[in-house]
């Protein structure tokens, strides 16, 4: 009892907690280097919030388009777990699942399969400069193109992740509270490239992400008027 009292606490702290605040600081850490960028997103927040009084709504929040876009793109780069783990479940009297015609095998029953998010999300055959950070791959029109099971952050099918709404709900959040005031620029100390940590259980940078907030209040300033 005490191992699986422990299990679920570990799932709880990575599968609640971490993923969020990851998720917040690469897209921070992203916005640091395109002002331009950070500055739609920001104007897109304050809007919102002088349009509901400062009282953003579950519904509004979640369909805040820009905001959308950039958290989407930010997963795509960055996702909470690079690697998904299946079994392939062969039932009796099922064909078996091979992977005719590109090879000839034949995948064992209670077999592990190991699919590689990251390195599909950032393949050049799918998304064109893979690597640069764009959040108008993920606008209305452009969204519906990309090709199926090319990006699946949080998983896809039945065993897909359970927590997928709360945990967009929780980044969105954490990121209009912060941008709401505040906006964030590189420092001496930000990286240029990102080296991840290899013994991480989930993405995350090897010697933490510095970045400068400034408080520029630029809600606060039109709600104290």
Known sequence: MQDVLAAQAAVFLTAGFETSSSTMTFTLYEL???PDLQKRLRNEIYEALVAENGKLSYETISNLPYLGMVVDEVLRLYPVLPILDR??????????????????????KDMSVYIPLFAIQRDPKYWPNPNTFDPERFSPENKNTHPPMAYMPFGNGPRNCIGSRIGLLQSKLGLV?????????????????????????????????????????????????
């Open 177 to 225: 509270h912060i941008l709401k005031d505040h906006y964030v620029a590189t420092c001496a100390k930000t990286p240029e490239e990102i080296t991840f940590d290899p013994f991480s259980l989930v993405l995350s940078y090897k010697d933490g992400i510095y970045l400068r907030f400034v408080n520029d209040k630029l809600y606060e300033r039109s709600a104290n008027k």
């Open 87 to 108: 079994q392939h479940l062969h039932k009796d009297g099922e064909s078996p699942f091979d992977l005719k015609p590109y090879y000839d095998y034949t995948v064992p």
């Open 32 to 34: 640091s280097k395109r």
